[in-house]
């Protein structure tokens, strides 16, 4: 009974509040009905919507500019004279140097702002766009690529902070899953252009590239039109004089001898969150290609559809995320997607495979609607650039051999497929996949339930890192007390809506 007992608070979210004898009292936050998404769409004003749509839009073309290159994994592996395993390396590449870029624009952001570092971060990421479609060398382009990386890694915690500090909390579950489905939206405009325009342009596989460049580009010009994030600069406010720098050096110590625990969790969680989603998606087209005799163009409806259920399942994982919990949502979502991979993978006709590859894709992103929200809630609230960027891209330098492992275990194996009425061997990636995949879905499903949740905990009430406010603000990652005169005047501003004078934190 005991052992059930701790069981059950381990799944509970608990609000403490102190009373006017500075008693302590926690009781179980109750999980709230579900109500209308129209009700919580609602709750937002033009500013919550520029804010987010901005790093909507980042997140979308940063997924978009990284896809250009598993897009054109053939057409690629045909210009250098190289294998496709050989071209896969630029994705692993890719991956292992996001972590870099998390590290250096997170802590640009939790500094000197979101606006200014996104700006710089975008034109970084146009300007490589173009590098990449004139390497006219097998070395050029890996390495063109691996500086993509870098400036890649720096957009999701720049996005993710802006986007969700301005949100109400009761709309977070919900934008933090169409959030989070910005990178699906950018691989299905890649591919929709991949099928579109690719073929019928002289430049054959650099318009992705170019396209991207000029899309990135004016995303970056468009955040120009707006201001910095309210709650960043009121935040800003409350810093004492000093040295800016070494002040939030020391939070930054701080944080990391008290929570290094919740970053060890936070990193393998997102291993395994990468490994899932680049295990299903990067090699998609190849599969599909290779592994199944399609043509590029029925490869690429495949990818457009699937992307089609990855949106949808995104943005429902993430509205029920905020009602029956961010882990439980999460064990869901894997479990459901084990289930579909027969479907994904066994068929030989398009459409059966198609309805796989939805119900598949959707399952891997109603989990990954989840972690923009998840990962904000559990950082140090002064640490929200930073630690869900550093922690996402950590595990993406994990993750990042996942394309190539993939590659190389599927052409290692080969199976007989029918193309064009003709028996022919082909890399067997169908199997490599589905164990794949099976593996990561129960490696997320049981991190996700061993770890900690902080639904609804008020994280753009904090003071910004530096602040000098002291260990219990920023190391214990609670969130600073406000009067009710404090939270009028932050909601006015555009922050959080219906706050309470609490500090939600999960029992450890």
């Known amino acids: 009974m005991a052992t059930w007992q701790r069981v059950k608070d381990h799944f509970e979210t608990f609000e403490i509040t102190i009373d006017s004898n500075g008693h302590t009292h926690k009781r179980p936050i109750p999980r709230p009905k579900v109500p209308n998404p129209w009700h919580v769409i609602r709750l937002l004003n033009w500013k919550h919507w520029v804010y987010f749509l901005v790093g909507f839009?980042?997140?979308?073309?940063?997924?978009?500019?990284?896809?250009?290159?598993?897009?054109?994994?053939?057409?690629?592996?045909?210009?250098?004279?190289?294998?496709?395993?050989?071209?896969?390396?630029?994705?692993?590449?890719?991956?292992?140097?996001?972590?870099?870029?998390?590290?250096?624009?997170?802590?640009a952001g939790d500094m000197y702002g979101r606006k200014w570092p996104l700006f710089v971060n975008l034109m970084i990421i146009a300007v490589l766009q173009v590098g990449t479609a004139y390497?006219?060398?097998?070395?050029?382009?890996?390495?063109?690529?691996?500086?993509f990386g870098i400036a890649m890694g720096g957009i999701w915690g720049l996005a993710a902070s802006m986007s969700l500090e301005n949100m109400p909390v009761e709309a977070r579950g919900l934008f933090s899953g169409i959030l989070q489905q910005g990178y699906a939206l950018g691989y299905l405009l890649g591919a929709v252009f991949?099928?579109?325009?690719?073929?019928?342009?002289?430049?054959?596989?650099?318009?992705?590239?170019?396209?991207?460049?000029?899309?990135?580009?004016?995303?970056?010009?468009?955040?120009?039109?707006?201001?910095?994030?309210?709650?960043?600069?009121?935040?800003?406010?409350?810093?004492?004089?000093?040295?800016?720098?070494?002040?939030?050096?020391?939070?930054?110590?701080?944080?990391?001898?008290?929570?290094?625990?919740r970053c060890l969790y936070a990193v393998v969680l997102m291993s395994?969150?990468?490994?899932?989603?680049?295990?299903?998606?990067?090699?998609?087209?190849?599969?599909?290609?290779?592994?199944?005799?399609?043509s590029p163009s029925k490869a690429t409806l495949a990818t457009l559809i699937a992307k089609v259920g990855a949106l949808i399942g995104g943005t429902i994982g993430g509205y029920y995320s905020q009602f029956w919990g961010r882990r439980l949502t999460i064990m869901v979502s894997c479990v459901l997607g084990i289930c579909f991979i027969p479907l994904w993978v066994l068929p030989t006709g398009l459409a059966?495979?198609?309805?796989?590859?939805?119900?598949?894709?959707?399952?891997?992103?109603?989990?990954?609607?989840?972690?923009?929200v998840h990962l904000a809630e559990l950082s140090p609230p002064?640490?929200?650039?930073?630690?869900?960027?550093?922690?996402?891209?950590?595990?993406?330098?994990?993750?990042?051999?996942?394309?190539?492992?993939?590659?190389?275990?599927?052409?290692?194996?080969?199976?007989q497929v029918t193309v064009n009425g003709v028996r022919v061997e082909r890399p067997d990636y169908g199997t490599t996949q589905a164990i794949m995949m099976a593996i990561i879905f129960t490696w997320v499903g049981v991190w996700a339930a061993i770890g900690?949740?902080?639904?609804?905990?008020?994280?753009?009430?904090?003071?910004?890192?530096?602040?000098?406010?002291?260990?219990?603000?920023?190391g214990k990652g609670v969130v600073e007390m406000h009067t009710p005169t404090e939270v009028m005047d932050l909601e006015k501003k555009g922050g959080a809506e219906h706050v309470e004078d609490v500090a939600v934190e999960q029992r450890r």
Request: glycine share 8%.
């Open 452 to 474: 900690k949740e902080e639904r609804g905990a008020h994280f753009e009430l904090a003071a910004a890192a530096g602040s000098g406010s002291g260990e219990g603000e920023v």
């Open 352 to 372: 059966p495979l198609i309805m796989g590859s939805f119900f598949v894709e959707g399952f891997v992103q109603a989990a990954w609607g989840v972690v923009p």
């Open 57 to 107: 839009a980042a997140w979308t073309m940063d997924g978009y500019d990284f896809h250009t290159v598993s897009l054109s994994v053939s057409r690629l592996a045909e210009f250098y004279g190289k294998p496709r395993a050989d071209i896969s390396q630029s994705i692993t590449f890719t991956l292992l140097f996001r972590s870099v870029g998390a590290a250096v624009f997170g802590i």
């Open 272 to 294: 395994g969150f990468n490994f899932m989603s680049h295990t299903s998606q990067d090699m998609y087209p190849t599969y599909m290609q290779q592994g199944k005799g399609f």
């Open 382 to 415: 002064a640490f929200r650039a930073a630690f869900p960027g550093i922690t996402y891209q950590l595990g993406n330098m994990i993750s990042s051999p996942a394309a190539q492992i993939l590659t190389t275990v599927a052409e290692s194996l080969k199976k």
């Open 194 to 261: 991949n099928l579109t325009v690719v073929p019928h342009s002289p430049h054959s596989f650099r318009a992705l590239f170019y396209i991207g460049a000029a899309l990135t580009a004016l995303v970056a010009c468009t955040r120009l039109f707006f201001p910095e994030s309210q709650q960043f600069l009121e935040a800003q406010r409350n810093r004492e004089n000093g040295s800016h720098a070494a002040a939030f050096m020391k939070d930054a110590k701080k944080v990391l001898r008290m929570h290094w625990r």
């Open 135 to 147: 390497a006219d060398s097998f070395k050029v382009f890996l390495a063109v690529r691996s500086l």
